[in-house]
């Protein structure tokens, strides 16, 4: 497919713009002070590089009490000047615009960071960050649009192109479109037109500040995805409203922070949310972007084709590749590494307080430490394992020069990829193998699939080095009845190597994979999306009889967990889509739950109220891998250098994986 759309010029305001290519503002944790760090300058240096035609800074702060010091701020004259050296800069090197978003917590504002109560439409309780904020007063609502007026002023002072006021995620602009959590009874609550009244205040404010000459924009929910929230419908009024006092262009994305709907990982089909940017394109009459889910350029394509908006937002792709863009646009498709959409190494790391960083790129956060530098030494090196750390090896290695081949004894590439991308939701996790391998190729790795590297090859080839990335494999436990024919092991299921799985399954241990393979094995039999979308477009069936044969498995599923939290090693953002997806499959959950037998048509189990009997025709066992390093210990007796990365040195996450793969293969 040709890019035509994608890399098209743009005029928003009087501002030119290279490309279709947004990159929203991100929460990054890259400072603790509110200031501008070098680590936040530097990953904004490589992606205004990278070939992008806007790309947002922020959000920052307008004043303290709805600002968090792990992301910059502009509350104070002292900010400004580091910005304004920052975009002299982008704009000397690149060609890039360069936006700011401009945002006031409201009641997502922790006290505990900020030494204030949180301020927002109506003191109500925030189960995210579980705290009670204090009801604004007039004398707040006038301050808080002076702190949007003077940021304003100070970003334009800074030289930004572009100014964008964040109205959408559970913030407080739109707290107070929200009746959710607006419940004044004054001008500012009670009708739409008037929880409208603050939002639009402050662009009026901003407007004013910066002139009619500067670009300015809003990010919206295109549905709040909250029970009692705003719909599309609701999004359109107030987009509306915004055109007519000064916004230039509509920045559209998904829903709340606290909502139950997924947004953002692989449960939302490639470009699903774009049918809420195309309620508001077709209502307003101002460019409008296009949010979540987009990364593939492809879709990305088709969606600027079809007319539903005039720009697409690239923010995790583009943590993942900072030259996603410029990839594009030289068709070097090989060279892309994918974002999968796994959400471990940038929103799981903002919930938990720590920098983002990225699974399948090492040198996120580590833009201006890391240099992939040519070795002094060109060396010879086998590599045995062709999973993700063995395969991030090869690469860096190869980058640095050396002679690499990497000895698979599979006939593919990916390791334990495949069992990842198996359960629902998942599938881009085989993006993990794709990527790798294409960059593989291209770093010009030899390949030896269905060949596993053994002692008698090292002393043939008589390597520089062997780097033993053999992987894992399950732990098989021992429980009486562990041997009978109806206990499977979980990876054996998500490989869809067993042949029969009974009515009545039993998944022992509740970890990440025990729960996914539960998840998985309840799926099976039930109506597929496609199939879905083809009855409902042709009202081939009652829809709540659909719905029900959506939702009903087969199979009654049960997982049992020794300790008392199930999925506890699965990662914040997507914990709650899988427990949720577990109970609407009907999976029963038994956590303080130990196996003690396992006899022909049940297991066993001892539990705090006594010893329980559980109806099972087949018995999953979960319970966690081990190390494959046989090979290590062979090659370092015969006197070869030997390191071991991966899960063949622990088991380990594919971020945790990957990373070790890249940061051995520097110090080569």
């Given at each position: 497919?040709?890019?035509?759309?994608?890399?098209?010029?743009?005029?928003?305001?009087k501002?030119?713009?290279?490309?279709?290519?947004?990159?929203p503002?991100?929460?990054?944790n890259?400072?603790?002070d509110?200031t501008?760090?070098?680590?936040?300058k530097?990953f904004?240096?490589?992606?205004?590089?990278?070939?992008?035609?806007?790309?947002?800074?922020g959000?920052?702060?307008?004043?303290?009490?709805?600002?968090?010091?792990?992301?910059a701020?502009l509350?104070?004259?002292?900010?400004?000047?580091?910005?304004?050296?920052?975009?002299?800069?982008?704009?000397?090197?690149?060609?890039?615009?360069?936006?700011?978003?401009?945002?006031?917590?409201?009641?997502?504002?922790f006290s505990?960071?900020?030494?204030?109560?949180a301020?927002?439409?109506?003191?109500?309780y925030?189960?995210?960050?579980?705290?009670?904020?204090?009801?604004?007063?007039?004398?707040?609502?006038?301050?808080?649009?002076?702190?949007?007026?003077?940021?304003?002023a100070?970003?334009k002072?800074?030289?930004?192109?572009?100014?964008?006021?964040?109205?959408?995620?559970?913030?407080?602009?739109?707290?107070?479109?929200?009746?959710?959590?607006?419940?004044?009874?004054?001008e500012?609550?009670?009708?739409?037109?008037?929880?409208?009244?603050?939002?639009?205040?402050?662009?009026?404010?901003?407007?004013?500040?910066?002139?009619?000459?500067m670009?300015l924009?809003?990010?919206?929910?295109?549905?709040d995805?909250?029970?009692?929230?705003?719909t599309?419908?609701?999004?359109?009024?107030?987009?509306?409203?915004?055109?007519?006092?000064g916004?230039?262009?509509?920045n559209?994305?998904?829903g709340?922070?606290?909502?139950?709907?997924?947004?953002?990982?692989?449960h939302?089909?490639?470009?699903?949310?774009?049918?809420?940017?195309?309620g508001?394109?077709?209502?307003?009459?101002?460019p409008?972007?296009a949010s979540?889910r987009?990364?593939?350029p492809?879709?990305?394509?088709?969606?600027?084709r079809?007319g539903?908006?005039?720009?697409?937002?690239?923010?995790?792709p583009?943590i993942?590749?900072?030259?996603l863009?410029?990839?594009?646009?030289?068709?070097?498709?090989?060279?892309i590494?994918?974002?999968i959409?796994?959400?471990?190494?940038c929103?799981?790391?903002?919930?938990?307080?720590?920098?983002?960083?990225?699974?399948?790129?090492?040198?996120v956060?580590?833009?201006?430490?890391?240099?992939?530098?040519?070795?002094?030494?060109?060396k010879?090196?086998?590599?045995?394992?062709?999973?993700a750390?063995?395969?991030?090896?090869?690469?860096?290695?190869?980058?640095?020069?050396?002679?690499?081949?990497i000895?698979?004894k599979?006939?593919?590439?990916g390791?334990?990829?495949?069992l990842?991308?198996?359960?629902?939701?998942?599938?881009?996790?085989?993006y993990?193998?794709?990527?790798?391998?294409s960059?593989?190729?291209?770093?010009g790795?030899?390949?030896?699939?269905?060949?596993?590297?053994t002692?008698?090859?090292?002393?043939?080839?008589?390597?520089?080095?062997?780097?033993?990335?053999?992987?894992?494999?399950?732990?098989?436990?021992?429980?009486p009845g562990i041997?009978?024919?109806?206990?499977v092991?979980?990876?054996?299921?998500?490989?869809?190597?067993?042949?029969?799985?009974?009515?009545?399954?039993?998944?022992?241990?509740?970890?990440?994979?025990?729960c996914?393979?539960?998840?998985?094995?309840?799926?099976?039999?039930?109506?597929?999306?496609?199939?879905?979308?083809?009855?409902?477009?042709?009202?081939?069936?009652?829809?709540?009889?659909?719905?029900?044969?959506l939702?009903?498995?087969?199979?009654?599923?049960?997982?049992?967990?020794?300790?008392?939290?199930?999925?506890?090693?699965v990662?914040?953002?997507?914990?709650?889509?899988l427990?949720?997806?577990?109970?609407?499959?009907g999976v029963?959950?038994?956590?303080?739950?130990?196996?003690?037998?396992?006899?022909?048509q049940?297991?066993i189990?001892?539990?705090?109220?006594?010893r329980?009997?559980i109806?099972?025709?087949?018995?999953?066992?979960?319970?966690?891998?081990?190390?494959v390093d046989?090979?290590?210990?062979?090659?370092?007796?015969?006197?070869?250098?030997?390191?071991?990365?991966g899960?063949a040195?622990?088991p380990?996450?594919?971020?945790?994986?990957?990373?070790?793969g890249?940061?051995?293969?520097?110090?080569?």
């Amino acid at each position: 497919m040709e890019f035509s759309r994608l890399f098209e010029p743009i005029v928003i305001n009087k501002l030119q713009i290279k490309n279709r290519i947004v990159m929203p503002a991100m929460g990054l944790n890259y400072t603790e002070d509110y200031t501008l760090t070098e680590r936040l300058k530097n990953f904004y240096r490589v992606r205004a590089r990278g070939g992008v035609g806007l790309m947002f800074i922020g959000p920052v702060g307008v004043d303290k009490v709805g600002s968090t010091p792990f992301f910059a701020a502009l509350f104070d004259d002292i900010h400004t000047e580091p910005f304004k050296k920052l975009i002299d800069e982008l704009h000397q090197e690149t060609d890039a615009k360069i936006g700011i978003q401009l945002m006031q917590m409201g009641r997502n504002a922790f006290s505990s960071l900020t030494g204030l109560q949180a301020i927002s439409p109506s003191a109500i309780y925030n189960r995210l960050t579980k705290e009670h904020s204090r009801e604004m007063t007039k004398e707040d609502i006038e301050n808080v649009k002076g702190a949007y007026a003077q940021a304003a002023a100070r970003a334009k002072q800074a030289g930004f192109d572009y100014i964008e006021i964040l109205s959408c995620t559970g913030y407080l602009l739109s707290q107070f479109l929200s009746p959710v959590t607006n419940l004044r009874t004054d001008e500012y609550g009670g009708s739409i037109e008037n929880r409208m009244r603050f939002p639009l205040e402050v662009i009026q404010k901003v407007r004013q500040t910066i002139g009619r000459d500067m670009a300015l924009g809003i990010r919206v929910a295109g549905n709040d995805f909250i029970k009692g929230g705003h719909t599309n419908d609701q999004s359109v009024i107030f987009c509306l409203e915004a055109q007519k006092v000064g916004i230039d262009a509509i920045n559209v994305t998904g829903g709340w922070h606290d909502t139950d709907i997924p947004q953002i990982t692989g449960h939302v089909p490639p470009g699903g949310y774009v049918y809420l940017a195309r309620g508001i394109k077709e209502k307003v009459d101002v460019p409008v972007f296009a949010s979540n889910r987009l990364g593939d350029p492809i879709i990305a394509e088709k969606a600027l084709r079809s007319g539903a908006a005039d720009m697409i937002c690239w923010g995790r792709p583009l943590i993942a590749d900072p030259e996603l863009p410029r990839k594009v646009k030289e068709k070097r498709f090989d060279e892309i590494i994918t974002c999968i959409s796994c959400n471990q190494g940038c929103f799981d790391h903002i919930f938990m307080g720590a920098p983002v960083t990225c699974t399948v790129n090492p040198t996120v956060s580590r833009e201006g430490e890391i240099h992939i530098e040519k070795a002094s030494v060109r060396k010879t090196i086998a590599v045995a394992g062709g999973g993700a750390a063995g395969m991030q090896f090869a690469i860096t290695a190869a980058q640095r020069g050396h002679n690499v081949a990497i000895f698979e004894k599979e006939d593919h590439l990916g390791g334990q990829v495949e069992l990842a991308a198996a359960p629902p939701g998942k599938k881009e996790y085989s993006y993990i193998a794709k990527s790798m391998a294409s960059r593989v190729h291209h770093a010009g790795v030899k390949v030896k699939l269905k060949t596993p590297l053994t002692s008698t090859e090292i002393r043939n080839m008589a390597p520089d080095l062997v780097v033993v990335a053999t992987g894992a494999r399950p732990i098989c436990p021992s429980f009486p009845g562990i041997d009978k024919p109806h206990v499977v092991d979980a990876w054996d299921v998500l490989k869809e190597n067993t042949s029969h799985i009974g009515k009545q399954v039993v998944v022992v241990g509740g970890n990440a994979v025990g729960c996914e393979t539960a998840e998985f094995i309840a799926s099976q039999g039930i109506v597929d999306p496609e199939t879905l979308a083809f009855l409902i477009f042709y009202a081939a069936e009652d829809f709540n009889w659909l719905k029900n044969r959506l939702y009903s498995s087969a199979r009654k599923v049960t997982v049992i967990e020794m300790t008392d939290r199930i999925g506890s090693n699965v990662g914040t953002s997507t914990r709650w889509i899988l427990m949720k997806n577990l109970r609407i499959r009907g999976v029963k959950l038994l956590t303080k739950t130990k196996l003690v037998e396992i006899t022909d048509q049940a297991v066993i189990v001892e539990r705090p109220e006594g010893r329980q009997t559980i109806p099972a025709d087949t018995v999953v066992m979960a319970v966690g891998s081990e190390a494959v390093d046989n090979l290590a210990r062979e090659a370092a007796s015969n006197g070869t250098r030997v390191i071991t990365i991966g899960d063949a040195k622990t088991p380990r996450s594919f971020i945790e994986a990957i990373k070790e793969g890249f940061e051995e293969a520097l110090k080569i």
